[in-house]
């Protein structure tokens, strides 16, 4: 196989996990077998390319391919997608299906992009792709919690609207309380485990390129309290009911964490700026 059509492979691999777990993630919350389904059928996608990979270089190389820690993490990582397709198919138990893959996620990545088998060429484009995902998934999971804030705050500006009986312009092209509370509430959906793997992808890169004493940084924790401020929004939704003003009320000030962790990024923080080289 070509150092081409291997990166192609991972890269298509990444990818298309990457979104299966985040429908498995809606699934899960929404009780949505559509959904359920279509993450079923990426895995399987996924599941396909890795046998291909497998098979390919079980031929070239004579044998049973696990003999190093490249080849033994990635069967692992096979086995861990084979199991939880049956899983999924036979017993339908999504939360286990999701964080068997957030496992599987985590062992392909850290197998791929710290690769110490590849060559200087392939690893440091590997690298480079490591880092663009982690750095394009956090915008788009930061992207969907600002989303998420802005409904949030229409929500309270309403909800007072309504409770003092102002009514104006404003308040007729607001969507409604429950349309708000909805469109905030998918917009964290899809945040959370976009943010989750963005962290993962970046201890992996971190591990790879920067000082050990970065699990210190206030960078990287804080973003540890983002996804904990918005994994218990979800949770006292999902578990606890939670809706309307009080939810809106903790989702703005899980934002307001999101905009102290930005700001870190460029002042306390030295993570990032081991991003640029010296």
């Known amino acids: 196989m070509s150092l081409f059509q291997e990166g192609f492979i991972y890269d298509a691999i990444i990818y298309i996990y990457a979104i299966s777990i985040l429908l498995y993630f809606a699934g899960f919350l929404n009780s ?13 996608i996924v599941w396909i390319l890795q046998s291909v990979f497998f098979v390919s270089s079980m031929v ?3 044998y049973f391919p696990v003999l190093t820690l490249f080849e033994t993490l990635f069967f692992y990582s096979w086995i861990l997608v084979t199991l939880s397709l049956i899983i999924n198919y036979f017993f339908r138990i999504d939360i286990f299906v999701f964080f068997t893959n957030i496992i599987g996620f985590s062992i392909l ?3 791929f992009f710290a690769n110490q088998e590849a060559t200087p060429i392939i690893s440091e484009r590997l690298t480079s792709d490591l880092l663009f995902l982690h750095i394009s998934i956090a915008f788009f ?6 989303l998420s804030f802005i409904f949030s705050v229409m929500y309270i500006i309403q909800n007072r609207m309504l409770k003092k009986k102002v009514w104006n312009n404003l308040l007729q092209r607001l969507p409604g309380l429950g349309l708000l509370d909805l469109y905030s509430y998918r917009l964290n959906m899809l945040g959370v485990p976009l943010l989750l793997m963005s962290i993962i992808l970046g201890v992996i890169w971190a591990n790879i390129k920067v000082p050990s004493n970065y699990w210190v940084d206030p960078k990287v ?12 929004y979800l949770y ?5 009911g939670w809706h309307g003003r009080k939810l ?10 999101v ?20």
């Open 221 to 232: 924790l804080m973003s540890f309290v983002v996804l904990t401020a918005y994994s218990l």
């Open 248 to 257: 809106a009320l903790w989702n703005i000030g899980a934002f307001m964490l």
């Open 259 to 278: 905009l102290i962790n930005y700001l870190l990024s460029g002042s306390v923080s030295s993570f990032h700026q081991w991003l640029t080289p010296h």
């Open 236 to 240: 006292q939704r999902v578990t606890y």
């Open 109 to 111: 990545a850290v197998n």
């Open 141 to 146: 999971g930061y992207g969907a919690f600002c």
């Open 32 to 44: 949505s077998r559509k959904v359920n389904r279509i993450a079923f059928w990426l895995l399987a």
């Open 60 to 62: 070239s190389k004579d």
